[in-house]
């Protein structure tokens, strides 16, 4: 197992595909070689440079995001083998935060031989690790399995590494000690799910572990500000001698003041407060959800329709459900629309209202509307705004040195830039670190 960590900018696609090249040079032409990633961007972006050396992508290197591989590759062929069970297809609709909502969706979705993504690592390590309560005929199938996927798999490289969880670490080093060769690529200062998973590999396999240094996004004197965060191996240095790091205090200039004044790539925020309105549009797949949680109600009431009739209802009266809730911003208004036409009891009511996400703040004036950190890891732009808050504040003027996801966010938030850093300093920050503290940590830097 070799495990790359690579920060921000440091080129990881280009390193990644120039990996794969060697690999495909190396391993006997009939043997695969899969590439995943976490994100569909991450996956085209290496698609792209394999295209530039290949033109057209060799049948053997498969690119694809890591829980399409792990159902195609893994759970597809083999899970009916071990546990008779076969899925027909993947759901990726947007989960209830309500822990009971959420199972019981996902229940429903199993119950209909279809598998939510969320719970794909989990299904793929039962078949490659183990499963509580595994009969004897299992274990020796699952060998079986291991041994037959090792026949024809030369290699597996996967990129974002830091985004894996629990499942996919015990998926991961199962895949080594079956003999796989494995490429790992990732930066663990940029796990924003406070998995740690990453970290657990560096510990466990430290001899394998490589540190690449270079950025080429941002320039030296961002690293500057970002390296304080980091540990020694992991610090960061560009050629990029110039680039601009400015510093507004809410007290001074308003923030829709600064916006006008500055066209600014990406504006972000830790997380959505007061005015700073984080709703991200792309991510928001709440008709996909609603029609998910329609179809077994429509196929209860309608038992001898067409199954495409039903999907095809399911899809229309959640367009029309939506509309309704967001000219009026009433949930039950929505709800009412379905109960003209279709019978609905109290059981499936909760948990068809509990799709709808509350959008009452995108109807609201004077809202500064910002992308949160999350959101825009992945994302660089000439000009950065970053709204600092006091959760972030604490890290970044060492209140707080603990590495954790949200010292994790304030590194990601520094290092987006490719020229100009502006950070605005919210109110609540200087109140909390006067303003005179404030202006003697950035001295050197602006």
Not at 49 to 72: A, D, G, M, R
Not at 118 to 127: G, L, Q, R, S
Not at 182 to 204: H, I
Request: hydrophobic share 35%; charged share 30%.
């Amino acid at each position: 197992m070799e495990i790359n960590i690579a920060g921000a900018g440091a080129g990881k696609t280009t390193k990644m595909s120039d990996k794969i090249i060697f690999l495909r040079n190396q391993i006997d032409e009939e043997n695969k070689i899969y590439c995943v990633a976490f994100t569909n961007s991450a996956v085209d972006c290496i698609r792209k440079k394999l295209c530039e050396h290949y033109v057209q992508i060799p049948e053997s290197i498969i690119v694809s995001t890591i829980h399409s591989f792990l159902y195609k590759e893994i759970i597809k062929p083999y899970y009916h083998l071990l546990y008779e069970k076969r899925y027909e297809k993947i759901s990726v609709a947007k989960l209830p935060q309500d822990a009971k909502y959420r199972n019981a969706k996902i229940k429903r979705l199993d119950d209909m031989n279809v598998l939510h993504q969320t719970v794909i690592p989990e299904h793929a390590k039962w078949i490659l690790c183990k499963k509580s309560k595994d009969t004897k005929s299992i274990k020796e199938g699952r060998m079986i399995i291991k041994n037959a996927f090792s026949k024809y798999c030369g290699a597996i490289c996967v990129d974002e590494v830091q985004d894996i969880d629990k499942h996919m670490q015990e998926i991961i080093e199962e895949l080594s000690r079956m003999g796989i060769p494995l490429t790992l690529m990732g930066d663990p200062k940029q796990d924003l799910k406070g998995f740690n998973c990453l970290r657990n590999l560096m510990e466990t396999y430290e001899q394998n572990v490589r540190y690449i240094s270079e950025c080429y996004r941002c320039p030296q004197l961002h690293l500057q500000l970002s390296n304080h965060l980091v540990d020694e191996n992991e610090k960061q240095k560009s050629e990029k001698e110039y680039g601009q790091l400015s510093v507004y205090f809410e007290s001074e200039i308003d923030c829709h003041t600064l916006i006008e004044n500055n066209k600014y790539d990406l504006m972000y925020i830790s997380k959505k407060q007061g005015i700073y309105e984080t709703h991200d549009y792309q991510k928001n797949n709440m008709r996909d959800n609603l029609a998910e949680e329609l179809e077994p109600l429509l196929l209860e009431n309608h038992p001898n329709k067409d199954i495409m009739a039903v999907k095809k209802a399911a899809y229309y009266y959640a367009r029309k459900m939506l509309e309704k809730y967001r000219n009026t911003g009433k949930k039950s208004d929505a709800m009412a629309l379905l109960g003209k036409y279709e019978k609905i009891d109290s059981r499936r009511y909760g948990i068809i209202i509990n799709v709808f996400e509350d959008e009452s703040a995108l109807k609201q004036t004077g809202k500064i509307y910002v992308k949160s950190i999350d959101y825009i890891k992945g994302m660089e732009g000439e000009k950065c705004l970053f709204i600092l808050t006091n959760d972030l504040a604490e890290y970044l003027f060492n209140d707080d040195t603990e590495t954790n996801k949200t010292k994790n966010k304030l590194y990601v938030a520094l290092t987006r830039s490719l020229n100009e850093l502006s950070i605005y300093i919210l109110n609540e920050v200087e109140n909390k670190y006067t303003k005179s503290k404030i202006m003697e940590f950035f001295e050197g830097y602006i």
